[in-house]
């Protein structure tokens, strides 16, 4: 069965600093991975996805992300953290073919230190 | 403008009530689900419909009911609320194309039972 694991529940950096949250997949098939981003109150916004199209991909707000298939990997990055990008991050694995639907991680918690 | 909006934001309500929880869409998709999070933000999906037709249909206790009027609409209905199906329920959708396409999401209904 397809699915994503986010390692660290909560991840904390100084403002400036560079963001990196942690997502490796399991699938058995090329996958379809997505990077969500909830802020606080409100529902869940694309940040990026990858298609296959190309493995590293750019995202809203400055973040992107690469797809490393030898370690099954799609961690997502930002060089510079501000105080705006303090949310809830979740990867994403789409599985089934046409009745698609979301397999999520368990969320990584981005708070952003003065 | 909203995308895909809910009604309402939150609902407050005694166990064992009936509610219904209203979504629409005005992104002319075909696709359409509702996913619940916990209280330990794990997001879940439950239902999916494509064109009034229900595709998916998760582990989902029967007293919770979709209901589809066209493909612009998902509803859900909750009977004999349970202190359990406290959680943020979202609404989502998308065309209907291939594993790549995103999915767009509701603000989210925040349910409490008491």
């Known amino acids: 069965a397809q699915s994503v694991t986010q390692l660290g529940s909560h991840v904390s950096v100084s403002e400036g600093a560079l963001v990196l949250l942690r997502c490796n997949y399991s699938?058995?098939?090329?996958?379809?991975l997505f990077w969500y981003v909830q802020y606080p109150n409100q529902g869940l916004q694309l940040l990026l996805k990858?298609?296959?199209?190309?493995?590293l991909v750019k995202g809203i707000n400055g973040f992107e992300a690469e797809f490393k298939k030898s370690e099954t990997s799609f961690h997502l990055t930002k060089p510079s953290a501000h105080m705006s990008d303090a949310a809830e991050y979740f990867c994403?694995?789409?599985?089934?073919?046409?009745?698609?639907?979301?397999?999520f991680g368990q969320g990584t918690r981005l708070t952003i230190n003065p | 403008d909203t995308a895909v909006s809910q009604t309402p934001k939150y609902l407050v309500t005694q166990m064992g009530n009936d509610k219904s929880i209203k979504c629409e869409q005005n992104?002319?998709?075909?696709?359409m689900y509702w996913y619940k999070q916990d209280s330990k933000k794990f997001l879940k999906i439950m239902f999916s419909?494509?064109?009034?037709?229900?595709?998916i249909n998760e582990t989902v206790p029967n007293r919770f009911s979709p209901k589809s009027p066209d493909k612009a609409h998902l509803n859900l209905h909750i009977n004999s609320l349970e202190l359990g199906d406290s959680a943020v329920y979202f609404c989502?959708?998308?065309?209907?194309?291939?594993?790549?396409?995103?999915?767009?999401f509701g603000p989210g209904t925040r349910l409490t039972v008491l």
């Open positions: 992104l002319g998709h075909d696709t």
């Open positions: 989502a959708s998308r065309r209907r194309g291939g594993n790549t396409d995103t999915q767009y």
């Open positions: 994403a694995v789409s599985v089934g073919q046409g009745a698609q639907k979301l397999v």
């Open positions: 990858y298609t296959s199209a190309a493995t």
């Open positions: 699938s058995s098939v090329p996958p379809y």
């Open positions: 419909y494509n064109n009034k037709e229900l595709i």
